[in-house]
């Protein structure tokens, strides 16, 4: 029997992201509003809970506010709890990250202080697991230049 749960979305953030820590772990958490369009031609806004975990989640906080364009893909994650006051029980659905890429439109990033070349190294970033996968990414991003890439250029890198 096939189980998949599998979560693609875009849209625009809400409010600022939330960083916490959780028993030494980082999640950052953010709520996005997507925008659809029904079949009578009139438009519905969802707003969806995001949890993105650990170093990816610092990224994403790192480089998205109120307003920003994101892409996610990711997990349904329903949680549940008692309420205190009531004592019934509770849940909640939401999306488990699992990954996320820059989702700006040409004009907007023409404007921005981000260039393509950074958003591409910044995504290798968020992905990587080494500092060898970094230099080689990014050695072909910028054209084979390899030996202009230092550890002190990429210090802040999110390791899983």
């Known amino acids: 029997m096939l189980n998949i749960s599998r979560t693609i979305?875009?849209?625009?953030?809400t409010k600022n992201p939330?960083?916490?820590n959780i028993n030494?772990?980082?999640?950052?958490?953010c709520t996005v509003a997507v925008n659809t369009k029904t079949g009578d031609d009139t438009k519905r806004t969802d707003f969806i809970d995001v949890e993105i975990w650990g170093k990816r989640g610092e990224a994403f906080a790192k480089f998205h506010s109120k307003?920003?364009?994101c892409y996610i893909e990711g997990t349904l994650r329903v949680n549940t709890w008692e309420d205190k006051d009531t004592g019934k029980k509770r849940s909640k659905m939401s999306v488990h990250a699992t990954n996320w890429e820059f989702n700006q439109s040409k004009k907007?990033?023409?404007t921005s202080a981000v260039n393509d070349n950074e958003h591409a190294v910044l995504k290798i970033?968020?992905?990587?697991?080494?500092?060898?996968?970094?230099?080689?990414?990014?050695?072909?991003?910028l054209g084979g230049t390899s030996t202009?890439?230092?550890?002190?250029d990429v210090e802040h890198t999110p390791f899983n």
């Not at 979305?9 to 953030?13: F, K, Q, T």
């Not at 202009?148 to 002190?152: G, N, Y």
């Open 9 to 13: 979305i875009a849209g625009n953030l």
């Open 18 to 20: 939330e960083v916490l």
């Open 24 to 29: 030494e772990t980082t999640v950052c958490k």
């Open 67 to 69: 307003g920003t364009s």
């Open 108 to 110: 907007a990033s023409s």
């Open 125 to 141: 970033m968020a992905d990587a697991k080494s500092l060898k996968e970094i230099r080689a990414a990014a050695s072909e991003i």
């Open 148 to 152: 202009e890439v230092k550890s002190t």
